[in-house]
């Protein structure tokens, strides 16, 4: 997964539309093995490692999703972000993604 908004020649972006926010996600994030270990920790109860998977997974986007999902107070709830992380992953299992 590209960090820097990027995509490299190996990886296939897909565009997923969550909440009215759209998001460029490579179709192999879930084969990235930072990715992996990220999910492992929350297995493993590491409730703080999910911001580290939102940056991995959105790379650049991370700040417009952010933002994105803010409340009137401009604070982003790890309930909402993780709503639309589950609901990004449903919709790219579900191949809602567009190339």
Excluded: H, W
């Amino acid at each position: 997964m590209a960090t820097n908004g990027k995509a490299k020649a190996n990886e296939t972006p897909v565009t997923v539309n969550v909440k009215g926010i759209d998001v460029a996600v490579d179709k192999e994030v879930m084969n990235d093995i930072e990715v992996v270990e990220l999910l492992g920790e929350m297995q493993d109860g590491n409730i703080f490692a999910f911001p580290k998977l939102c940056k991995r997974v959105f790379g650049d986007q991370y700040p417009k999703v952010k933002n994105a999902l803010a409340n009137k107070a401009g604070v982003t709830t790890a309930t909402s972000m993780t709503g639309f992380f589950n609901e990004l992953m449903a919709k790219m299992n579900e191949g809602e993604a567009k190339n």
